[in-house]
C-alpha cells in the first residue's frame, strides 16, 4: 500500500496493490498494520457503510460535532469525487480542502481523520461507495457544511460531467457556511 500525502496533514490517498490477471483481480482492502506502517496511523474501525447512488447524487460535507469519525472510504463500483474539508479549529489549513476521484477501476481509498469534513458527488451513472469509521454514527451529533460553500470554494466537477445540478437530500439542502456551522 502507498500513501500519498496531501495539503492537509493527516489526509491520505491510499493506493493498494492489485494483482490481476486474465481472471480478474485482488487486493487487500484493508490491512491495519500496512495501514498503520503507510500513514502512520494506527485505528480501530468500528462501523462498515455502503451507499449507492445515482450520477448526480452529492453527499455532505458531513461531520460529528461528538464521537467525530474517521473514514476510510473507496468506490467499488463506478466514479466518485470524493471531498475532506478541514473543519478543525486552530488547524493551518482550516477552510481548506482537498479532493480525489475514487473509482471501483482505480482501487484508490481516501483516509479523511476524525474532525473533517467530508462529502462526494457521484460521476459515473450509479456508484457504490464503502466506507470504514472509527466511531459510531450519532444522528444526535451530525451537522452540515454547505457544499458550496465559497468561503470553502470546492472545486466540484460538475459541469465536466454533465450534471448542471446536484441531487441533494433536504439535510445537504440545509447545509450552514462554515462560518456559521458551529466548529
Not at 464503502?130 to 458550496?148: F, G, I, M, S
Not at 470554494?153 to 456559521?180: M, V
Amino acid at each position: 500500500m502507498q500513501a500519498i500525502p496531501t495539503a492537509i496533514e493527516g489526509v491520505f490517498i491510499l493506493e493498494p496493490m492489485v494483482f490481476g490477471d486474465s481472471r480478474g483481480f485482488f487486493m487487500e482492502s484493508f490491512n491495519r498494520r500496512a495501514f498503520a506502517t503507510a500513514t502512520g496511523v494506527d485505528v480501530d474501525f468500528v462501523q462498515d457503510n455502503h451507499s449507492r447512488s445515482r450520477k448526480g447524487v452529492l453527499r455532505g460535507l458531513h461531520y460529528q460535532i461528538e464521537q467525530p469519525q474517521g473514514k476510510l472510504v473507496r468506490v467499488t463500483q463506478g466514479v466518485v469525487f470524493d471531498v475532506a474539508v478541514d473543519i478543525r479549529k486552530g488547524s493551518p489549513t482550516f477552510g481548506r480542502w482537498v479532493g480525489v476521484e475514487l473509482s471501483g477501476d482505480n482501487h484508490r481509498q481516501f483516509w479523511v481523520p476524525a474532525g473533517l469534513a467530508h462529502g462526494f458527488v457521484v460521476l459515473s451513472d450509479t456508484a457504490d461507495f464503502l466506507y470504514k469509521t472509527t466511531d459510531y454514527y450519532a444522528p444526535q451529533h451530525e451537522r452540515c457544511v454547505a457544499w458550496n460553500d465559497p468561503a470553502i470554494g470546492i472545486d466540484w466537477p460538475l459541469a465536466a460531467h454533465g450534471i448542471a445540478e446536484p441531487l441533494l437530500s433536504d439535510k445537504d439542502r440545509a447545509g450552514l457556511p462554515l462560518s456559521q456551522a458551529g466548529v
